[in-house]
């Protein structure tokens, strides 16, 4: 452990062990399963925090789920995910930055739908890295400066692609509750968006996690990768700081499809007759459990329409 966080980093409450109670929890990649982490809730905005300060780079050596591909569940979950921003206005000429793409999935899916002005920047890749649409790697100057091209890594750590003012819509899905300063992080999104943008924040609701039932919200917990967990109107007001307007909100998990298995509770399910760790959502899936539990297949087919709500994502439009 490198230190402790004392200090709410929405409100600036401070935590009181006296008045704040501790919780508990193990970490949910199998690798570390066997280490827990202590989390507390901010009385006064209601926000969740990891206590400890830990060296996170090890925790992300051999990361199981990092480098997913772009495979038919992904697909689908990414069309869901398409739907919001088309609903907020995604056109195909339009410019779209998803901030922390990771291997570049979500722009690989847009730019096979017609979005090829859609580009990823992730601060942990490469300059140049990704796979175009095509497959290919671009290496050459022209890459680096031409956001609007499928021809382009669709993630890269090119700094050149922070270029003020020049997207009209950018995605920040599964990344805020990573970070340590919301404020910077919206405030250095917003100024990347022309007058009129759309900003697409996603992330687990901390409106929705009892923190005292830890084994129940495992998975959005996410010790000690979630440094920081937000409710919905936290997010309301950072983004407001930020001069973004949120337009509108989500409460559903953008990968829940009716499709069997792609749902909250299945997940949990499936899961916790496993070891509980999210490894095994990337693995071969355990048909013969699946078929011999009356409880997983119930859930398969019908958990979509009765599973908890423990994601907020927020549609943010910048002034004019």
Known sequence: MIGERSVCNVCGTLFDAARDRLVEVRCNIRRFARETFDLWRCTRCRCIHCRQIVDLPRYYEGYGTKDQRLDFFSRLAYS????????????????????????????????????????????????????SQAGSTRTDSASRRAPDSVASPAASGDPALLEAGAYDFVTLQDVIEHVEDPRELLARLAALLRPGGVLMVGTPSADEIVLEDTRKHLHQLHAPYHLHLYTR??????????GLTAMATYRRYYAETPLFGMNEAFCRAYLSRLDDCIDSLVEPPRVGLILRSPVLLLHGLFGYWYSPRHSVTVMYRKGA
């Open 233 to 242: 109107q936290a997010l309301v007001d950072l983004g407001r700081e930020a």
């Open 80 to 131: 869901r995910l398409s739907r919001r921003l088309r609903a907020a206005g995604l056109r195909p000429s339009h410019r779209l930055l998803d901030y922390g793409c990771g291997s570049g999935n979500l722009v690989m899916y847009l730019r096979q739908h017609g979005f090829d002005r859609a580009v990823g920047y992730d601060p942990y890749r490469p300059a140049e890295s990704g796979e």
